[in-house]
T-cell receptor, first 122, second 111 residues
C-alpha cells in the first residue's frame, strides 16, 4: 500500500542541524507534493512547508525560512527536511505527509498519507 | 497559540453525537473551502477524516461529517464508539505566514 517511511529518532545538541528522510513507496513519487508538519510534546500540529518532488521547488513557512531546507532525491523516491540552528523548542515529532491532490491539479491543502513521525530531541 | 481555535476537550457517551468546532478568520476558514480534519490516537500519526470541508476519503466511516458556516468549521461524530476516543485537529489553507494553519486539537473522551 501507499506509504511514507521516515528515518529514526535523533538526539541533537543546541545549535546543531538535523536531517530527516521520508521514503515514498507504491505510488509515483513525482506526482504529489510532500509536506512537513511537526508536533511539539502535548501541542498541536504545525505546518513547516512543502516540496514538489518533480521540480524541487519549495514553499517554506515564514517562521522557518532561513533554518529549514527541503530537498528530494527522485532516484530513491525520498524527500528530506533539514532544520539548522536547533533550539530546545524544536524538540518535536516531525512528520512527512503526502498532499491529497495530484501536483498536476490545483492544490487542495490536505494530507492523505502520513509517515509515522521522527522524534527529534534537542 | 494556534491559528485556528478548537475547544480543548469534548466528551460524549457511546451512541451519542458530538460536534467539534474550529474557528478561524476571513483569511482562512471564512474564505476557502479547504478545511480538513484529522484523527490522532496517542503516539500515532494523524489520519485524514474530512477534506474540502465535507468530503470523506474512501474507508472513513460515514459517522464522521464536516460542515462550515462563516469563519467556523465543524466536525460531527455520530453514534460515538469507544475507538473514537482520540485527538481531533482541523486545518485550513491559510494566510501568508503559514500556507496551512492548524487548530490546537480537541481531545475527545468517550464516557
Amino acid at each position: 500500500q501507499v506509504q511514507l517511511v521516515q528515518s529514526g529518532a535523533e538526539v541533537k545538541k543546541p545549535g546543531a542541524s538535523v536531517k530527516v528522510s521520508c521514503k515514498a513507496s507504491e505510488y509515483t513519487f513525482t506526482d504529489f507534493y510532500i509536506h512537513w508538519v511537526r508536533q511539539a510534546p502535548g501541542q498541536g500540529l504545525e505546518w513547516m512547508g512543502r516540496i514538489s518532488p518533480k521540480s524541487g521547488g519549495t514553499n517554506i513557512a515564514q517562521i522557518f525560512q532561513g533554518r529549514v531546507t527541503m530537498t528530494r532525491d527522485t532516484s530513491i523516491s525520498t524527500a528530506y527536511m533539514e532544520l539548522s540552528r536547533l533550539r530546545s523548542d524544536d524538540t518535536a515529532v516531525y512528520y512527512c505527509a503526502r498532499d491529497g491532490s495530484s501536483a498536476a491539479r490545483l492544490p487542495l491543502w490536505y494530507f492523505d498519507v502520513w509517515g509515522r513521525g521522527t522524534l527529534v530531541s534537542v | 497559540q494556534s491559528a485556528l481555535t478548537q475547544p480543548a476537550s469534548v466528551s460524549g457517551s457511546p451512541g451519542q453525537s458530538i460536534t467539534i468546532s474550529c474557528t478561524g478568520t476571513t483569511s482562512d476558514v471564512g474564505t476557502y473551502n479547504l478545511v480538513s480534519w484529522y484523527q490522532q490516537h496517542p503516539g500515532k500519526a494523524p489520519k485524514l477524516l474530512i477534506y474540502e470541508v465535507s468530503k470523506r476519503p474512501s474507508g472513513v466511516s460515514n459517522r464522521f461529517s464536516g460542515s462550515k458556516s462563516g469563519n467556523t468549521a465543524s466536525l460531527t461524530i455520530s453514534g460515538l464508539q469507544a475507538e473514537d476516543e482520540a485527538d481531533y485537529s482541523c486545518s485550513s489553507y491559510g494566510n501568508f505566514t503559514f500556507l496551512v494553519v492548524f487548530g490546537g486539537g480537541t481531545k475527545l473522551t468517550v464516557l
